[in-house]
């Protein structure tokens, strides 16, 4: 198959292949720019450990092949720390509230929920499940994550001190 050039922009940085058209986003971002952090699992739209963020919303890596994220703004898990290391406070929140286990589909439920907190004060239990809808965890229940997005939530409206 003819190779077609892409120019694909991820975390601030500019990644330019020459890939195979029919290759799927979420195989660029792990083999072409080398960012594990993103998961794959089932492969076809339904587990959301993919999910990464396009022009500030959550889209599913899998479900796109890597030449429509061309002229497009990507973001993911890697990019949610501080350069110093320190946790975004949606990861602080999972760390402190023990919302994983495996750890397989935190990323996908970080950068599903992330763009959501920015403007959320209180999320109640049942807004938080509507938004994780599209996640699938098989180890913690969901409890915990719900719980940690809400502590998160409040924390970034500045109702409660992060520390
Ligand atoms: S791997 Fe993309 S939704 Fe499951
Ligand atoms: S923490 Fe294991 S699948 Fe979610």
Redesign the pocket.
């Known amino acids: 198959m003819t190779e077609r050039r892409v120019s694909i922009e991820i975390n601030g940085t500019t990644y330019d292949r020459e890939i195979e058209p029919r290759l799927l986003l ?1 195989d660029f971002i792990r083999h072409e720019a080398g960012l594990t952090g993103t ?13 990464v963020q396009m022009d500030g919303e959550p889209v ?4 796109m092949l890597a030449v429509q994220a061309e002229g497009h703004s990507l973001r993911t898990v890697e990019d949610l720390a501080a350069e110093d290391g320190t946790l975004h406070p949606l990861q602080q929140a999972f760390h402190e509230e023990h919302a994983l286990q495996c750890g397989f589909c935190t990323p ?1 439920f970080l950068m599903s929920l992330e763009p959501l907190l920015a403007d959320a004060r209180d999320f109640d239990d049942t807004q938080v499940r509507e938004a994780l809808a599209g996640n699938l965890c098989r180890c913690t229940g969901y409890q915990n994550i719900v719980t940690a997005t809400q502590l998160a939530a409040r924390r970034m409206a500045g109702a409660e001190d992060a520390a």
């Open positions: 979420s998961h794959v699992g089932c492969e076809h739209g339904v587990c959301g450990a993919c999910t599913r890596s899998c479900l996908g």
